[in-house]
């Protein structure tokens, strides 16, 4: 769980809540069925109406993207990237197959290790890992892009839902004493609007897209590391070429552990792990 994006929602929203009360409002005065019906509904309908049922139905998956840290670490994979291509100078590219299996929860990675096993020429590799990482991120982004979408609409219908309400109090204006009141309950969709978009559609939008993008530099660091054990490449190239992908705290940890774990995959792995935890 990304604690983070939890704890920035809740006080997006609490900071609102709070700074109403402390202006001398009441809790139940934002209660109002009415303008979150209009406001939650309308927008949730437009978005039903913008995208075909195939990416709504992923609506659940993508959010994994803004709740969930991504597991899989730079480090660590420079670290397996390098224990390949020492694999490979010793025994040969063939060698790599049976590694294999211990990408079997990675398709990207196993698929670019079986077309350098397979003799599959450098520029074509190249470009089908870069189109493949150029559709995953296409595929990504059209499925986050409805939360993008219910952040332009909430404000919107938080407009419509005061407009319908300022109608209403118009057509009472004999009562002058319940005016203030009810125009004030028309604007309680216009805060569930821009509300509801500035603190929640929009931020989870940005994370998806930033938690992404950190997907895509670690599938462009495998697929730099795959040509460069393709090419036989030494180690000290591929590391050059890998460290360009990380901070310059984040190679004294790769060092570190490739150093302290004699380049031994798992246990050079775990290692890493731990200095980047202590760090």
Not at 4 to 27: C, D, H, K, N, R
Not at 168 to 195: C, K, M, N, Q, R
Request: hydrophobic letters at 45%; glycine letters at 10%.
């Amino acid at each position: 769980m990304d604690v983070a994006t939890v704890i920035g929602l809740l006080v997006g929203l609490l900071s609102l809540v709070i700074g109403f009360l402390m202006e001398g409002g009441e809790l139940i005065a934002l209660l109002k069925i009415t303008a979150f019906l209009i406001v939650f509904g309308g927008t949730f309908g437009a978005v039903i109406v913008s995208f075909p049922g195939k990416i709504l139905a992923k609506a659940p998956f993508i959010l994994k993207y803004a709740f969930i840290k991504p597991k899989e670490r730079s480090g660590d994979t420079i670290i397996k990237l390098i224990d390949l291509a020492n694999i490979s100078r010793r025994e040969g590219l063939l060698a790599l197959e049976g590694e294999q299996s211990n990408f079997q929860n990675d398709s990207f990675m196993s698929n670019g290790i079986q077309m350098v096993v397979d003799g599959v020429d450098s520029d074509v590799i190249d470009d089908i890992l870069n189109r493949d990482i150029e559709l995953y991120e296409q595929k990504i982004l059209s499925i986050a892009r409805m939360f993008e979408s219910a952040g332009g609409y909430a404000p919107t219908m938080g407009i419509i839902g005061t407009v319908m309400g300022l109608v209403h109090v118009l057509g009472s204006l004999e009562d002058a004493a319940a005016l203030g009141p009810a125009i004030a309950v028309a604007f309680i969709a216009t805060l569930y609007g821009v509300g509801s978009a500035n603190v929640i559609y929009l931020p989870i939008f940005t994370k998806i897209k930033n938690n992404l993008a950190s997907e895509i530099m670690i599938r462009q660091l495998k697929t730099e590391g795959i040509l460069s054990i393709q090419y036989g490449e030494s180690t000290m190239i591929l590391k050059k070429k890998l460290y360009a992908f990380l901070t310059e705290k984040e190679c004294q940890d790769v060092e570190q552990a490739l150093t302290s774990g004699g380049n031994k995959g798992t246990n050079t792995n775990r290692q890493f792990q731990e200095a980047g935890q202590s760090s």
